[in-house]
């Protein structure tokens, strides 16, 4: 079998924009290659890739899919991600597994900040490339427009084929390497040769003597054969092609029509002939977890086993499924291997190839192919597998920050840990989710990357794990402090027919520099307050910390002193000084000039340069504080102090101002004194919770 060889195994992840037609595509290739008999999805929305409700739902992909053609003696495994904004970070891992990143792209003048992302990650990963200009079929389809948005893009694109027609005319491609043109009929993923039509006959030419001429300048050996002859044979320029995608030179561009199926056949002639395969990819870096020195490990059978796990299936029914990367070696079912990640042993179950939402039960796994193992113990997304003899280490896949938070809730009392139980199982399928408890607002928070990644993920909580909960805006954490000095007594006096309560507690309060938090000072003399009974007044205040005087917030940075007190020999007891000192703190920080803090986030946000002035006018209008600003790259990178109520939902309004092209990194700061025009608003609101609570 082909999957046998390195040399035979290519891996296409397609990548792009959401709706620009990446499902339609790879639903192409399979009919083209002979894995399905249809195209596109069934009457219910069902198709090979798009196999959760979520996305029959809503049209598109939320979530990768797995499938795979034979094609011309080589295995191709297909990867299709979602290009939503909420969704992209999984191509980003997807893309570990590749040997060639397909950046599927519109005809009609659509590119988005999601293709330059996209395209980023795989020349940051080292990932060949390729473009496919899709729908060529449609209304106002250009191919020179697709040309023309690619050019903006950090890579040379060139046309290695050319459309023949377009929109409802749209009919086959000319193949600037063979010189012929490839009619296909619609529906049937089938192609033809036929000659060139005479009238882009010219075209057709010009272009391939471009295509040569690119070829030949990303090669000094060729450059310096092409001046001399003035051609290439054309061994030489398919492997001057090849050469050049894995050195990320060129960016060949290919042209179709996933919808209707022409175009596939010849995108996976080129991928069989020009595009690199896993033998050919150069050794994968890692480092050993003892010595912590750098390993390389070559894309051969006969290196020691290392892969790395790039996605997590969950099932609550069949459990899990863990898609690895093998990147050397070979493994085979029922092998135990090492988790250098979590630095234990995993036994592995079957092997698979994923076809859609089926499997293929395989023997075993070499290097260069991508399959699913079943049930490992304790393997997640992003961990290293090796021999355990032969250790390597991985880097862990990218992190990707929540733009989006919310706090949550079980939509039934007694259901909270299965709720919990449920989020950490999906936790595992998308480490994009980040789930936390905020200890001052005991409320759990969940956050994702987007509006539409938090909806549906609470929709896969009910379906895969039967419970419901309710969304909400989270708590901003404030806390309280005080600007000045006071003291106040804090007594209690009861008496009854026995033993009566009594206890006074004098007690100074001040404020200490900003994060040192609280200090208790002891300053009694002459046994006013039995030494026995200082303990419960340090008790008494601690437990009237969380609650502050303005509106109840934790009160932090400040210094108690008891300097003073009374006591009775019959009925003073701890309890009594507990509560005297609890009173005679708030009486105190009532008179010290008490204020609201609020919390401060340190916040990166990586914008291209046309952008810039519209997220520096935003950040300084939700009251932030810009630090500077920091070339990176092609962008610029804005850091910013902003306040942490003004950017709990900052994700969705920065993609609105970028076209989706920015992306920001957000972590706590400091704390500073909310506004005073701020503070009427923030009471109300704790008092409307607290009443509602």
């Given at each position: 079998?082909?999957?046998?060889?390195?040399?035979?195994?290519?891996?296409?992840?397609?990548?792009?924009?959401?709706?620009?037609?990446?499902?339609?595509?790879?639903?192409?290739?399979?009919?083209?290659?002979?894995?399905?008999?249809?195209?596109?999805?069934?009457?219910?929305?069902?198709?090979?890739?798009?196999?959760?409700?979520?996305?029959?739902?809503?049209?598109?992909?939320?979530?990768?899919?797995?499938?795979?053609?034979?094609?011309?003696?080589?295995?191709?495994?297909?990867?299709?991600?979602?290009?939503?904004?909420?969704?992209?970070?999984?191509?980003?891992?997807?893309?570990?597994?590749?040997?060639?990143?397909?950046?599927?792209?519109?005809?009609?003048?659509?590119?988005?900040?999601?293709?330059?992302?996209?395209?980023?990650?795989?020349?940051?990963?080292?990932?060949?490339?390729?473009?496919?200009?899709?729908?060529?079929?449609?209304?106002?389809?250009?191919?020179?427009?697709?040309?023309?948005?690619?050019?903006?893009?950090?890579?040379?694109?060139?046309?290695?084929?050319?459309?023949?027609?377009?929109?409802?005319?749209?009919?086959?491609?000319?193949?600037?390497?063979?010189?012929?043109?490839?009619?296909?009929?619609?529906?049937?993923?089938?192609?033809?040769?036929?000659?060139?039509?005479?009238?882009?006959?010219?075209?057709?030419?010009?272009?391939?003597?471009?295509?040569?001429?690119?070829?030949?300048?990303?090669?000094?050996?060729?450059?310096?054969?092409?001046?001399?002859?003035?051609?290439?044979?054309?061994?030489?320029?398919?492997?001057?092609?090849?050469?050049?995608?894995?050195?990320?030179?060129?960016?060949?561009?290919?042209?179709?029509?996933?919808?209707?199926?022409?175009?596939?056949?010849?995108?996976?002639?080129?991928?069989?002939?020009?595009?690199?395969?896993?033998?050919?990819?150069?050794?994968?870096?890692?480092?050993?977890?003892?010595?912590?020195?750098?390993?390389?490990?070559?894309?051969?059978?006969?290196?020691?086993?290392?892969?790395?796990?790039?996605?997590?299936?969950?099932?609550?029914?069949?459990?899990?499924?863990?898609?690895?990367?093998?990147?050397?070696?070979?493994?085979?079912?029922?092998?135990?291997?090492?988790?250098?990640?979590?630095?234990?042993?995993?036994?592995?179950?079957?092997?698979?190839?994923?076809?859609?939402?089926?499997?293929?039960?395989?023997?075993?796994?070499?290097?260069?192919?991508?399959?699913?193992?079943?049930?490992?113990?304790?393997?997640?997304?992003?961990?290293?597998?090796?021999?355990?003899?032969?250790?390597?280490?991985?880097?862990?896949?990218?992190?990707?920050?929540?733009?989006?938070?919310?706090?949550?809730?079980?939509?039934?009392?007694?259901?909270?840990?299965?709720?919990?139980?449920?989020?950490?199982?999906?936790?595992?399928?998308?480490?994009?989710?980040?789930?936390?408890?905020?200890?001052?607002?005991?409320?759990?928070?969940?956050?994702?990357?987007?509006?539409?990644?938090?909806?549906?993920?609470?929709?896969?909580?009910?379906r895969k794990f039967g419970v419901e909960v309710v969304l909400k805006a989270p708590k901003v954490p404030y806390k309280e402090t005080i600007r000045g000095k006071a003291q106040a007594e804090g007594k209690v006096k009861k008496q009854t027919g026995g033993h009566g309560q009594f206890a006074v507690a004098w007690l100074e309060v001040e404020p200490t520099p900003r994060g040192t938090g609280f200090e208790f000072v002891d300053r009694i003399v002459g046994g006013v307050v039995p030494r026995n009974f200082i303990p419960a007044v340090e008790k008494g205040v601690r437990e009237a910390l969380p609650h502050g005087t303005i509106a109840g917030f934790p009160v932090v940075d400040v210094r108690v002193t008891l300097f003073d007190g009374k006591h009775h020999d019959v009925d003073s007891s701890e309890m009594a000084f507990k509560t005297a000192a609890a009173l005679g703190f708030r009486a105190a920080c009532e008179q010290a000039k008490?204020?609201?803090?609020?919390?401060?986030?340190?916040?990166?946000?990586?914008?291209?340069?046309?952008?810039?002035?519209?997220?520096?006018?935003?950040?300084?209008?939700?009251?932030?504080?810009?630090?500077?600003?920091?070339?990176?790259?092609?962008?610029?990178?804005?850091?910013?102090?902003?306040?942490?109520?003004?950017?709990?939902?900052?994700?969705?309004?920065?993609?609105?101002?970028?076209?989706?092209?920015?992306?920001?990194?957000?972590?706590?700061?400091?704390?500073?004194?909310?506004?005073?025009?701020?503070?009427?608003?923030?009471?109300?609101?704790?008092?409307?919770?607290?009443?509602?609570?």
């Amino acid at each position: 079998m082909a999957a046998d060889d390195p040399a035979r195994i290519r891996s296409l992840v397609l990548v792009g924009h959401g709706g620009v037609g990446k499902t339609s595509l790879a639903e192409s290739l399979l009919l083209a290659g002979g894995a399905t008999k249809t195209l596109g999805r069934t009457v219910d929305g069902t198709s090979s890739f798009d196999t959760e409700p979520e996305e029959q739902k809503r049209g598109h992909s939320l979530f990768s899919g797995f499938h795979h053609v034979e094609w011309k003696q080589s295995h191709v495994n297909l990867i299709d991600t979602p290009g939503a904004a909420s969704f992209i970070h999984d191509a980003s891992n997807c893309m570990r597994a590749a040997t060639t990143a397909v950046l599927v792209v519109s005809p009609h003048g659509e590119a988005k900040g999601e293709d330059g992302k996209v395209l980023a990650w795989a020349i940051e990963l080292a990932v060949p490339r390729i473009a496919f200009v899709t729908r060529m079929d449609r209304e106002r389809a250009s191919f020179a427009q697709a040309l023309e948005d690619l050019a903006g893009l950090e890579q040379k694109p060139v046309p290695v084929q050319l459309p023949i027609g377009a929109e409802s005319g749209f009919k086959g491609v000319v193949d600037l390497l063979s010189n012929k043109a490839l009619l296909g009929t619609a529906g049937s993923g089938a192609m033809r040769e036929a000659e060139i039509p005479a009238e882009i006959a010219d075209e057709a030419r010009a272009a391939r003597e471009h295509l040569v001429e690119a070829v030949a300048e990303s090669d000094d050996g060729l450059l310096e054969h092409y001046l001399e002859g003035g051609e290439l044979t054309q061994d030489e320029l398919l492997g001057g092609l090849r050469a050049a995608i894995l050195k990320g030179t060129l960016l060949p561009v290919l042209c179709g029509a996933g919808g209707n199926g022409i175009g596939a056949a010849a995108l996976l002639d080129f991928v069989a002939e020009v595009c690199p395969a896993a033998a050919d990819l150069p050794p994968v870096v890692g480092d050993d977890p003892k010595t912590q020195s750098e390993v390389r490990r070559a894309p051969s059978p006969s290196e020691p086993f290392s892969a790395q796990i790039v996605r997590t299936l969950i099932d609550p029914f069949a459990g899990k499924l863990s898609v690895l990367r093998v990147f050397s070696g070979q493994i085979a079912a029922d092998s135990t291997v090492y988790n250098a990640t979590r630095q234990v042993k995993e036994k592995l179950g079957h092997l698979f190839h994923l076809e859609g939402k089926k499997q293929t039960q395989i023997a075993k796994a070499v290097a260069g192919d991508v399959v699913a193992v079943a049930k490992l113990k304790d393997g997640a997304t992003g961990d290293t597998l090796c021999d355990e003899k032969v250790q390597t280490y991985f880097p862990r896949l990218r992190d990707f920050e929540s733009s989006i938070h919310f706090a949550l809730e079980a939509k039934n009392k007694g259901e909270e840990d299965k709720v919990m139980a449920g989020l950490h199982r999906l936790q595992e399928e998308d480490p994009a989710l980040h789930l936390d408890r905020d200890e001052q607002t005991k409320e759990i928070i969940l956050g994702g990357t987007g509006q539409l990644h938090v909806e549906a993920t609470i929709e896969r909580l009910k379906r895969k794990f039967g419970v419901e909960v309710v969304l909400k805006a989270p708590k901003v954490p404030y806390k309280e402090t005080i600007r000045g000095k006071a003291q106040a007594e804090g007594k209690v006096k009861k008496q009854t027919g026995g033993h009566g309560q009594f206890a006074v507690a004098w007690l100074e309060v001040e404020p200490t520099p900003r994060g040192t938090g609280f200090e208790f000072v002891d300053r009694i003399v002459g046994g006013v307050v039995p030494r026995n009974f200082i303990p419960a007044v340090e008790k008494g205040v601690r437990e009237a910390l969380p609650h502050g005087t303005i509106a109840g917030f934790p009160v932090v940075d400040v210094r108690v002193t008891l300097f003073d007190g009374k006591h009775h020999d019959v009925d003073s007891s701890e309890m009594a000084f507990k509560t005297a000192a609890a009173l005679g703190f708030r009486a105190a920080c009532e008179q010290a000039k008490p204020v609201l803090l609020e919390p401060i986030m340190s916040l990166d946000v990586q914008v291209p340069d046309d952008a810039m002035g519209d997220v520096i006018g935003d950040v300084n209008a939700r009251r932030g504080k810009v630090q500077g600003v920091e070339p990176r790259g092609s962008s610029q990178v804005i850091k910013a102090r902003v306040p942490m109520s003004e950017v709990l939902k900052y994700g969705p309004d920065l993609n609105a101002m970028t076209a989706g092209r920015g992306s920001f990194h957000m972590e706590f700061s400091h704390y500073e004194e909310l506004p005073a025009h701020l503070v009427d608003k923030v009471v109300k609101e704790a008092k409307r919770q607290a009443e509602g609570s």
